[in-house]
C-alpha cells in the first residue's frame, strides 16, 4: 500500500477519474485523515493549475452522507428503495450461488455485465472485470453509448482515433468549436483557444443551441439538428469552386480528392442552406474564413454524431483540413479524438484467452431495454458497474421495465444508491478512485497518469478489482490472472512493444513522475491506418460495407411526426448522471429547463419559466421553459441527466430513440422528435 494513505495531513497529487478529456492532474489536500481540498495541478502541462468546479466540489461527493458504506439486498419491490445492510461474505455468496446456478441451467451467456466509464482508471475499467466475465464466458457489451458512430466514421477518413496534440491548439488562428459545449466538457481547449486568442485568432461555434460555449464565441452559427454533414459538403464546393484546396497536399496525403470534387457540385450553398437553415452568405463567409486561415483548427464534438447520421457526419468533418492541407501545418488539422495514440496493451490487460468460446454473443449497450425485455435466449443476471442506465440509456421506460423484471438477477456496484441500483437485488459499495491505485489515459491530450490511494476506503466500499478478486475467488477461478495486484496489471499494461508511443512509459516511472507525456510523432510522418496508408475521402472500405464511398448527406431517419427534434445533451455541472445525487452539484444546476424559440413558445402560450410538458411515444417529462432565441424555432434542448426525485418527471432518456446510428452501433440520443404543450396551474411550481 503507497505511503499516502498513511500520512493523514499534506498534498497529494492525483488525477480526475471522470469520463471527460482533459484528464487534469488533481493536488487532494489532506488533513487529518479527512480530504479538505481538490485543486488543479500547476506542474500538470495541461491542467496548469486550473480545474472545473464540478471537481472543486468533489470532497462533497466524497462524503457525501448518502455514499454507500455497506452491500445491501432488497427487501422492497424492484424500483423502490428498500434494502438491509448484508455482510460481504452473504453478497458474494448470493451473487455467485445464483450464478452457478444460472451457468449450468442457462449457460454463462444469461449473464450481462453492463458498464462503462464512470470511473476512467483502465485497471478498473479494462483489466480484473473483463478478465472475469472473458472466464465466465458472460455475453459481452458492446461499448456504443458514448462515441462509437464519430470514431467509426473518423476512422475511414484518417485511420483511426489520431488527431492533433490540443498543445499545439496555441498556435492556431481560427478554431471552428463543431458541436462540442467545450467551455463545459472540455475547458482546457477553451483555455488554449483563449491564449491562441490573445495572438489573434477568432473562435467559431457551429451548434444547435447558442449555450455557454456558443456565447464565447466570436461567432455562432446555429444549424439544424443532424444537417452538419450537409454544411461540411457546402464548404467543400466551395473549397474547390473557389480555389481554396491545396492540391499539392491533396495529391500527396489523400485517395480519391477528384472524385470529391465532382461529387460535391451537387452540394451549392443554397441547397446546403434549406437543409441547414445557414444562411447562404454564412457558408461563404465560413468557407472562405476556413479556407483563407492558417492554422486552422476542428475540435470535432460528440453532438453531432449521437444522431442517425453521426458516423457519416464525423467521416465528412474530419476531410476538411486534407482540403485545405491543414494537417502539414502546426496548430492546424482537427481532434475528434487522440484516444489510440496511447493504446495500452488490451490483451494483456483484459486477457481474452481466458475466453473459451470466442463466438459468445455481444450485446449492444443501446439496446439495453430489448436486451432485457425481448432477446431469447433471455438475460437472466445483469450486473452493473461504472454506469447508471436507468437514467443514462436511451429509451428509459423500456430499460426501466427490463430491469422490473422479477425474474432478473441485478447487482449494481456504485458509490451511490443509484436508480440502477434501486432496481437491483444486491447492492455493493464502490470505493471513489481516491481511494485506488489506478493509471489513466487522456483521449485527448497525450498524457499517461497515476493514482495511487490518498485514502483509506469509505465504509466497506471496494474498488471494481477488488470485487472481481473476489468473485474469481468464489467461482473457483484459480488463474493467476485473478491474483495480480494492481501495480502489476499497470506493469502488464504499460509493456507494449507494438505502442511504441508507450515507450519508456512504466509503472516506476509514473509512480516517481506522476503524469509522463507518449511519444507521439507527427500525424503524416507515418502511413495513416486506413487501408491505402493515405487520408482517404473516398473510402473504398466503406463502400464494401454498404455506405456511399465519398461523404454524403443523409437525413435523419423520421422519428414521427410531432413538431420538435429534441436535443437532451449533457449539462455544466454534472457528468452525465454523475453528481446529479450530490446536493451541492444539483443547488448549482437549479432545475432542468428545456429551452425553446420564442416563436414556438407563443404560438403555444408558453411562457419563460412555465413548466412545461414534453411527450412522444415513449415517454414524458416535464421542464421548465426557458425561452428565448438560444435554438432555432422546431428545435427543443435540454441539459443535464437528472436523478429522480419523488413526483418528477425529469428523465429526459424517457424521450429519447433506442435506434442504432449509421455506425459503430452507435446511439442518437439527439434524432428524437418530442411536443411540447403547457401545464394547467403550474405556472407557480415552476418559479420555486
Ligand atoms: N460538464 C460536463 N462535462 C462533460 C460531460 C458532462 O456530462 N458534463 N460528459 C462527458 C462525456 S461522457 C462526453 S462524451 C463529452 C461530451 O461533450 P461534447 O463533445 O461537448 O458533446 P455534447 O455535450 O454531447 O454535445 C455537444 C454539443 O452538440 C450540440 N449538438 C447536438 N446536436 C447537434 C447537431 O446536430 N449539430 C451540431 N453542430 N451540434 C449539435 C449540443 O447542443 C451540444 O452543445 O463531455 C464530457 N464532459
Ligand atoms: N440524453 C442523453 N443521454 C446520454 C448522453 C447525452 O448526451 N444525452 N450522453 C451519453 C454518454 S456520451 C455517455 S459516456 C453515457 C455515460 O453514462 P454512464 O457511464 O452511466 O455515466 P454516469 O452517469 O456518470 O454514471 C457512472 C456511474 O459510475 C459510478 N462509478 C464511479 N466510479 C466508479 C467505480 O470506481 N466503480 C463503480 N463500480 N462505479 C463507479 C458513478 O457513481 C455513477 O453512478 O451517458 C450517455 N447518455
Ligand atoms: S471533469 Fe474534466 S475539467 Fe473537471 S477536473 Fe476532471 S478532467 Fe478536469
Ligand atoms: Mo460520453
Known amino acids: 500500500m503507497p505511503a499516502y494513505t498513511t500520512q493523514p495531513t499534506g498534498i497529494f497529487p492525483s488525477v480526475c477519474p471522470l469520463d471527460c478529456p482533459d484528464q487534469c492532474g488533481l493536488l487532494v489536500h489532506k488533513q487529518d485523515g479527512t480530504i479538505t481540498k481538490i485543486e488543479g495541478d500547476l506542474a500538470h502541462p495541461i491542467t496548469q493549475g486550473a480545474i472545473c468546479n464540478k471537481v472543486r466540489n468533489m470532497p462533497e461527493r466524497i462524503y457525501d452522507p448518502n455514499r454507500l458504506q455497506y452491500p445491501l439486498k432488497r427487501i422492497g419491490k424492484k424500483g423502490e428503495n428498500q434494502f438491509e445492510r448484508i455482510s460481504w461474505e452473504e453478497a458474494i455468496e448470493t451473487i455467485t450461488s445464483n450464478w452457478k446456478k444460472l451457468i449450468s441451467t442457462q449457460g454463462p451467456e444469461s449473464i450481462l455485465p453492463y458498464h462503462f466509464y464512470g470511473n476512467m482508471g483502465r485497471v478498473g475499467t479494462e483489466g480484473m472485470n473483463l478478465r472475469f466475465f472473458n472466464r465466465m464466458g458472460a455475453s459481452r457489451l458492446e461499448l456504443t453509448i458514448c462515441q462509437a458512430a464519430g470514431t467509426e466514421g473518423y476512422g475511414y477518413t484518417m485511420g483511426g482515433s489520431f488527431g492533433i496534440d490540443p498543445e499545439d491548439t496555441i498556435h492556431s488562428k481560427l478554431f471552428i468549436m463543431w458541436g462540442i459545449n467545450a467551455v463545459s466538457t472540455n475547458m482546457h481547449q477553451v483555455v488554449l483557444a483563449e491564449k491562441a486568442r490573445k495572438n489573434g485568432a477568432k473562435i467559431v461555434v457551429i451548434d444547435v443551441h447558442k449555450n455557454q460555449t456558443g456565447r464565447w464565441a466570436d461567432w455562432f452559427i446555429p444549424i439544424l439538428p443532424g444537417t452538419d454533414t450537409a454544411l461540411a459538403l457546402g464548404m467543400m464546393h466551395i473549397l474547390f469552386a473557389e480555389k481554396m484546396v491545396d492540391e499539392a497536399f491533396l495529391r500527396e496525403y489523400t485517395v480519391g480528392f477528384e472524385e470529391l470534387r465532382e461529387h460535391v457540385r451537387q452540394y451549392d450553398p443554397h441547397t446546403v442552406s434549406a437543409i441547414t437553415g445557414v444562411p447562404v452568405d454564412d457558408i461563404y463567409r465560413l468557407t472562405r474564413m476556413y479556407g483563407q486561415t492558417s492554422p486552422s483548427f476542428i475540435r470535432i464534438g460528440n453532438g453531432p454524431q449521437h444522431h442517425d447520421n453521426g458516423g457519416m457526419c464525423i467521416r465528412t468533418i474530419s476531410c476538411l483540413p486534407a482540403l485545405t492541407g491543414q494537417w502539414q501545418v502546426k496548430g492546424g488539422g482537427a481532434i475528434k479524438g487522440n484516444g489510440e495514440y496511447l493504446y495500452h496493451n488490451g490483451s494483456a490487460l483484459a486477457r481474452p484467452d481466458l475466453l473459451q468460446n470466442k463466438e459468445t454473443r455481444e450485446i449492444n449497450m443501446n439496446l439495453l431495454g430489448e436486451a432485457l425485455l425481448e432477446l431469447n435466449p433471455p438475460v437472466h443476471s445483469l450486473y452493473v458497474y461504472n454506469s447508471n442506465p436507468a437514467v443514462v440509456a436511451p429509451h428509459a421506460n423500456k430499460v426501466r421495465s427490463g430491469l422490473e423484471r ?283
Not at 469509505?458 to 495486484?485: C, H, I, P, W
Not at 411562457?607 to 415513449?618: I, K, L, S
Not at 428545435?635 to 435506434?659: C, E, F, H, I, Y
Open 406 to 688: 422479477e425474474d432478473l438477477f441485478t447487482v449494481v456496484h456504485d458509490l451511490f444508491l443509484t436508480e440502477t441500483a434501486m432496481y437491483a437485488d444486491i447492492v455493493l459499495p464502490a470505493t471513489s478512485s481516491l481511494e485506488n491505485t489506478d493509471f489513466y489515459r487522456s483521449y485527448w491530450h497525450h498524457y499517461v497518469q497515476i493514482q495511487e490511494p490518498v485514502i483509506e476506503p469509505y465504509g466497506e466500499s471496494k474498488s471494481n478489482v477488488e470485487v472481481f478478486r473476489l468473485l474469481a475467488q468464489a467461482m473457483g477461478y484459480e488463474e493467476q490472472a485473478f491474483r495480480d495486484t494492481e501495480a502489476e496489471m499497470i506493469r502488464q499494461a504499460l509493456d507494449h512493444p507494438n505502442n511504441p508511443v508507450l515507450e519508456g512509459i512504466t509503472y516506476e516511472g509514473l509512480v516517481e513522475k506522476q503524469f509522463m507525456k507518449g511519444n507521439v510523432k507527427p500525424l503524416l510522418s507515418e502511413k495513416l491506418r486506413t487501408p491505402s496508408g493515405k487520408i482517404e475521402l473516398y473510402s473504398a472500405l466503406m463502400e464494401s460495407r454498404g455506405y456511399p464511398p465519398l461523404p454524403t448527406y443523409i437525413p435523419l431517419v423520421e422519428d414521427g411526426d410531432l413538431p420538435f427534434l429534441f436535443i437532451p445533451a449533457p449539462n455544466h455541472n454534472f457528468l452525465n448522471s454523475t453528481f446529479s445525487h450530490n446536493e451541492k452539484h444539483v443547488r448549482m444546476e437549479k432545475v432542468p429547463r428545456l429551452h425553446m424559440n420564442v416563436a414556438d413558445a407563443s404560438a403555444l402560450g408558453i411562457a419563460d419559466g412555465d413548466m412545461v410538458r414534453v411527450w412522444n411515444e415513449r415517454g414524458e417529462c416535464e421542464l421548465v421553459a426557458a425561452v428565448g432565441e438560444n435554438v432555432l424555432p422546431g428545435v427543443v434542448v435540454s441539459q443535464g441527466l437528472w436523478a429522480d426525485v419523488p413526483g418528477g418527471k425529469r428523465l429526459v432518456n424517457a424521450l429519447t430513440p433506442d435506434r442504432i446510428a449509421d455506425m459503430g452501433g452507435g446511439a442518437t440520443f439527439f434524432s428524437g422528435r418530442v411536443n411540447v404543450g403547457t401545464i394547467p396551474n403550474t405556472a407557480e411550481k415552476a418559479n420555486k
